[in-house]
């Protein structure tokens, strides 16, 4: 299964294609997409498109499951003879209905002339055949936004890939540290610790506790645990982003657990190097957290 961005972009026109439909219409619509933690739908919408907004909501939903995406849809008259004349049947469908509303108010003005043959079109351009064809236009859209966030989706997935990768090496980097790092701390608290006693003749009790004190301040600063959390992290980020699908929340949630077991080993480094390596550590996944807010 693919990885889908939450950004992308598409937008179709459809024209007449036969003869007789030399005067209809041209039928345009754009839907863009960004990043949501839901799936937040605006609609723009022609006048005498605006009845397919449910359909088009439904449409939607069914394909995409977060950003935020707008719709915007149109039409476009081509007709290079002018307006056309409405026809009999229209003529007398306007002038029944103007008869009507006179009834109820006599003091309503007369239909001109331009607001005659506006109505008219109006009611031509509401054709089952228009709405038939937005329909088709619409559905080969969202084809192609849903194309073009699957595209924008396999190159996320593969730079974070990049990252996890350039994350092992680091943690690799780190492990064989954590053994040295901690038998030196040890070495170096005892050390001081037969300092502070000075002149005073050290006792088997005051060793005993010594020796405890070092180890439980060994325990503090060694990393082998966070290093083992991270390594289980970047291991489920690998296999989520080649299972697809629908996976941005989690990733989020496992960048925010590499983001804390960085921090942690920071605050426990006891050295320059592996300082050096946990601030590198955290600049690559924010680079990550970055990514990963436009993963559906």
């Not at 950004?7 to 345009?28: D, F, H, I």
């Not at 306007?94 to 009834?103: C, H, K, T």
């Amino acid at each position: 299964m693919s990885v889908y961005s939450m950004t992308g972009y598409a937008t179709a026109q459809r024209a007449p294609v036969s003869a007789e439909a030399s005067q209809s219409p041209v039928l345009g619509i754009e839907i863009r997409s960004v990043n949501s933690r839901f799936l937040d739908l605006t609609f723009k919408l022609a006048d005498d498109l605006r009845a397919t907004e449910p359909a088009l909501r439904e449409m939607l939903g069914k394909e995409l499951r977060r950003g935020k995406v707008e719709v915007r849809a149109w039409i476009e008259g081509r007709n290079d003879n002018g307006p056309k004349a409405p026809t009999a049947n229209e003529l007398q469908k306007l002038n029944a209905i103007q008869d009507s509303v006179r009834a109820w108010l006599p003091q309503a003005a007369t239909l001109s002339v331009f607001e005659v043959i506006n109505l008219s079109s109006r009611q031509q351009s509401q054709s089952a055949d228009i709405q038939e064809n937005f329909q088709a236009l619409a559905t080969e859209t969202i084809g192609a936004l849903k194309s073009a966030r699957e595209r924008e989706g396999k190159r996320l997935a593969d730079m974070l890939l990049a990252h996890v990768e350039q994350l092992f090496a680091l943690a690799e980097r780190a492990k064989p540290l954590v053994p040295k790092l901690v038998e030196q701390q040890r070495t170096r608290f005892l050390e001081r610790w037969q300092e502070a006693l000075g002149a005073v003749q050290e006792s088997d009790m005051a060793r005993e506790r010594a020796l405890t004190e070092a180890t439980a301040y060994a325990i503090r600063i060694d990393v082998a645990e966070e290093l083992t959390r991270l390594h289980s992290h970047l291991q489920e980020i690998r296999q989520l982003l080649a299972k697809g699908g629908e996976l941005g929340k989690r990733l989020d949630f496992l960048i925010q657990e590499l983001h804390r077991e960085a921090n942690t080993l920071g605050s426990k480094s006891s050295s320059l190097e592996l300082t050096r390596i946990s601030v590198d550590m955290k600049v690559l996944i924010e680079q990550m957290r970055e990514q990963v807010q436009n993963i559906e």
